[in-house]
Structures are given as C-alpha cells and as structure tokens.
C-alpha cells in the first residue's frame, strides 16, 4: 500500500506543475490566436486587392498599419506577461 501512495505522490507533483504552467501560458496563447487570426484576415484582404486601383497605396498602408497593431498589441502582453514572471522570480 505505501509503494502504490507514493506513486501517486510522485505522479501529482508533475500534474500541478503541468496545470499551473497551463494556467500561466493560457492568456498568452489565446494572444497569439487572435494575432493570427488578424494576421489572415489582413492577408485576405492583401490577396484580394487590385493593383490597378487608385487608392492600393492608401489601402496598404492601411493593412500595413493593421498588421503592426496586431502584432504590437500580442507583444506588449508577451512582455508584460515576462515582466510580470520575472518579477515573480525575482521576488519583488
């Protein structure tokens, strides 16, 4: 009976560490989702746009400008994610 108690003991350990690691990435993953969805529609919106048309340039400046906020909204919560865990580490 002891033997099979510390099993379990040992096989806990890793499942709180998995859970509290899940728990942590969760936001950041769901960042990086709506960062990638942004990121296709700009592309489908690239794919469909006429060369020939008088205002492509207006139109991707603008859809440059998506992109960048896209990807500048999803870094900003990585970094204040890190800072947040580095403070942690640290313990301050």
Do not use: F, N
Not at 6 to 15: L, N
Not at 30 to 51: D, F, G, P, T, V
């Amino acid at each position: 009976m002891g033997w099979c108690l510390r099993c379990c003991g040992r096989s806990a350990a890793p499942s709180r560490v998995a859970r509290a690691q899940l728990r942590r990435y969760r936001p950041q993953a769901a960042a990086h989702s709506i960062a990638a969805s942004e990121l296709a529609l700009i592309e489908a919106k690239l794919s469909q746009l006429s060369r020939d048309s008088a205002d492509t340039d207006e139109i991707l400046a603008r859809l440059d400008r998506d992109a960048e906020d896209a990807i500048s909204r999803e870094h900003t919560i990585w970094q204040a994610r890190r800072e947040v865990h580095t403070t942690d580490l640290l313990g301050m």
